[in-house]
């Protein structure tokens, strides 16, 4: 059936260095990618997202790049603070159904 | 900015009772959604709704699930006999245009509890 992996699943930087979490898909149908940050006990947050007609997006600190041949995508976040401590799930959406990957808590220490 | 919103915010029961959490989408969007998280978990899909029917539905979302759009603003999720397994966040989640790649916009969740 329809996976997302996602690695890794803790992360902690130091404010102003940069975070980077990976994911996989495994059907190659899959067309949209989004990103959500979830803080606790609030509902997840759409941050960025990517459509497979694309390569890379970025939005200020954020960035997204997808390798549709490989299946994977990534997102990448510069100068961390540490306000963007939270849990960072991957999406991939599969026609009508979106998966998500298991999470990356993300920590940045002052 | 218009947001998606769900009622009860927390919802405590028995188990073996029947349960009903609310929904109202954005207003102009066509496409809705529940999904699950348990608590420290992943968000996991469990129904999308279009066009007064569901189009696609996971495995945790069995007979004792069902959807309904009783009118053209509220969508339900309705679990029949709840069991200790249940408790979890729910969340309702709705987009507009095109289902393939539109973005979901997510309510703040309802708490279900299961004694």
């Known amino acids: 059936g329809e996976n997302v992996e996602q690695h890794p699943s803790t992360l902690s930087v130091q404010e102003g260095d940069s975070a980077v979490i990976k994911c996989t898909y495994s059907d190659s149908a899959s067309n949209y990618f989004p990103w959500y940050k979830q803080e606790l006990g609030k509902r997840p947050q759409l941050i960025i997202d990517?459509?497979?007609?694309?390569g890379e997006k970025k939005d200020q600190r954020i960035a997204v790049t997808l390798n549709k041949t490989a299946k994977h995508f990534s997102l990448h976040i510069t100068e961390t603070q540490p306000e963007d401590s939270a849990v960072y799930f991957c999406a991939a959406r599969f026609y009508d159904k979106v998966i998500f990957g298991p999470g990356t808590s993300l920590s940045v220490i002052p | 900015e218009p947001e998606v919103t769900q009622t009860p915010s927390h919802q405590v029961t028995q188990m073996g009772q029947e349960v009903i959490l609310r929904c109202v989408p954005i207003?102009?969007?066509?496409?809705f959604y529940w999904y699950r998280q348990i608590l420290g978990q992943k968000v996991e899909f469990l129904v999308s709704?279009?066009?007064?029917?569901?189009?696609?539905k996971s495995e945790i979302f069995d007979d004792q699930f069902s959807v309904e759009r009783p009118d053209g603003s509220n969508f339900t999720l309705k679990i029949r006999s709840t069991k200790l397994e249940d408790s979890a966040m729910y969340f309702c989640a709705s987009s507009g245009g095109q289902a393939v790649t539109d973005t979901q916009y997510f309510g703040p969740g309802t708490r279900l509890t299961v004694l």
């Open positions: 990517i459509r497979s007609n694309v």
């Open positions: 709704f279009y066009n007064n029917e569901i189009s696609e």
């Open positions: 207003s102009n969007h066509l496409y």
